[in-house]
């Protein structure tokens, strides 16, 4: 009868022992399982390239506008940016929101007003359990009424996932050519222009995944990356010699940048079939997606008359079929509220320094606290930038618009740039591969630690370890029980 309690003891032990490292290995796994967030990327979208073309053809005449820092790509993508978000690598769970808009208008009426007038901003994917929604922010005039409506975060496609295994990814997570189909609140909010059930264009995407799960404090940093040249060291005016330390001599100020996408269509030509090319930044410049940063700024400004005289760090070299052009070491002159933007031009192998290339209006020149700025200055080809660009356009050419930022304190942070994320391809292909998570391909660090199959082996390793001690253990109180009631009853340790 004594096995009976022995028996009984080991079961216990066995049991607690087993609860025990339970315990320990449950909270790691569900920390492997906490979702990582989502800090930095884009996301490229034609939206619908046959709407793209009626709304520039000889029906409608009309256009498009870009709003909140989204870029074109190649000849039909916007590029919309600065993801943010999360992932979780275990279940697969992704959601990130980009930041930018585009506005199509066509349809212009005597007074002014567009018949066709529909805005589509902020983008955001959900995907969860194989299935994905895209979401947008719509604006749009009724193709019948004209009746302007406005909705937030409207479930505009379902995205085609077939074969994609959304578990397991590293960082950058890469999603390359997936399907969209309209759903029904999507084609409400299109306006009634395409049914529910219509093929939209195809999205890509990159999002920037930290290491740290959501809510610890290395997973927030205080500022995104490729936010700018404003913690740059040593770039400000007054520092060299003969100038007492901490000290700035008068008009100086602490950094500067100016911002220029040089003009929108030139850098689709350049991307596009026609130009075949490219661009590449150096010395400093910074790619903002519809704009080049050109930073490290020094100088002086005069807030009182409303001057300033400064030149930045940064190049841009453009290349393609017939087409070799770099603009570099951009210098700005603001005075009685107009500016030229100017820059040393190369060509041919040819350089030309300190050429007038753009005209702008800085009457918007303005000085909060430690801050001078100036967004979107509407600025116009100088004769001098016509003969930079080969005559491809004529002196007084719209081109983009110029944005300064001049921190007058040490302390003053330069307006973010729009967080592009780590992947630098300038466009995706049309024909791109399917649809993939980064880690498939090789792109990012491993992250098998978090997968769940090997969280369920360790449970089994751990399992057989201790039910392996608990049998000897049982094995033993046995032997003994047994030799002191000098009784010969069999026990059943080998089934163990």
Excluded: C
Excluded at 57 to 70: H, Q, R, S
Excluded at 250 to 279: C, L, M, Q
Excluded at 306 to 328: I, P
Aim: glycine share 16%; aromatic share 6%; hydrophobic share 40%.
């Amino acid at each position: 009868m004594a096995a009976r309690p022995a028996r009984a003891f080991a079961v216990a032990l066995w049991a607690a022992l087993l609860a025990a490292q339970l315990g320990v290995l449950v909270p790691a796994t569900a920390a492997h399982a906490a979702s990582r967030p989502v800090q930095g990327g884009r996301l490229d979208w034609g939206i619908k390239s046959s709407f793209q073309s009626y709304v520039t053809g000889p029906v409608a005449k009309g256009g498009f506008k870009l709003k909140g820092g989204a870029a074109t790509v190649g000849g039909s993508l916007f590029r919309f940016h600065s993801a943010t978000g999360s992932y979780d690598p275990d279940s697969g769970a992704f959601e990130a929101s980009f930041t930018g808009g585009v506005q199509f208008q066509g349809h212009q009426k005597p007074d002014g007003a567009y018949e066709l007038d529909l805005s589509v901003s902020r983008p955001t994917v959900r995907i969860n359990g194989g299935s994905g929604t895209l979401y947008v922010d719509v604006s749009s005039r009724a193709k019948d009424t004209g009746a302007v409506s406005t909705r937030s975060q409207v479930p505009f496609a379902s995205l085609g996932l077939g074969g994609i295994d959304m578990k397991g990814g590293g960082s950058p997570l890469v999603l390359t050519g997936i399907p969209l189909t309209l759903t029904d609140q999507g084609a409400e909010a299109f306006a009634g222009y395409y049914t529910a059930g219509a093929r939209l264009d195809p999205i890509s995407l990159s999002a920037d995944v930290t290491s740290a799960p959501a809510g610890s404090p290395s997973a927030l940093p205080s500022e995104a990356p490729g936010t700018g040249s404003g913690t740059g060291t040593g770039t400000g005016a007054g520092t060299g010699t003969g100038t007492p330390q901490g000290a700035r001599p008068p008009g100086a100020f602490a950094d500067a940048a100016v911002d220029w996408g040089v003009r929108r269509t030139f850098r689709e030509y350049v991307t596009g079939s026609i130009g075949r090319g490219k661009w590449t930044l150096s010395e400093g410049a910074q790619d903002g997606g519809a704009l080049f940063r050109f930073g490290q700024g020094r100088g002086a400004y005069d807030g009182e008359k409303g001057t300033l005289d400064a030149a930045f760090a940064g190049a841009v070299h453009f290349t393609g079929a017939h087409l070799d052009l770099k603009l570099a070491r951009m210098t700005v002159k603001v005075q009685e509220g107009k500016g030229v933007l100017s820059a040393d031009v190369t060509t041919g192998g040819e350089t030309r320094n300190a050429v007038p290339l753009v005209e702008f209006d800085a009457e918007g020149l303005r000085t909060e606290g430690g801050l001078a700025t100036l967004t979107e200055a509407p600025a116009t080809l100088t004769e001098g930038g016509s003969q930079a660009f080969n005559s491809m356009y004529r002196a007084g050419t719209e081109m983009d618009p110029v944005s300064l930022a001049v921190a007058l304190d040490p302390g003053a942070r330069l307006p973010a740039l729009p967080d592009l994320g780590s992947t630098a391809s300038p466009a995706p292909s049309s024909s791109s591969a399917a649809p993939r998570p980064a880690q498939e391909a090789g792109e990012g660090p491993s992250d098998t630690g978090t997968r769940p199959g090997l969280a369920v082996a360790a449970l089994a390793v751990a399992a057989l370890v201790l039910a392996g001690g608990a049998a000897f253990l049982l094995v033993r109180r046995r032997r003994t029980a047994a030799r002191a009631a000098a009784a010969a009853e069999p026990t059943d340790a080998q089934q163990h």
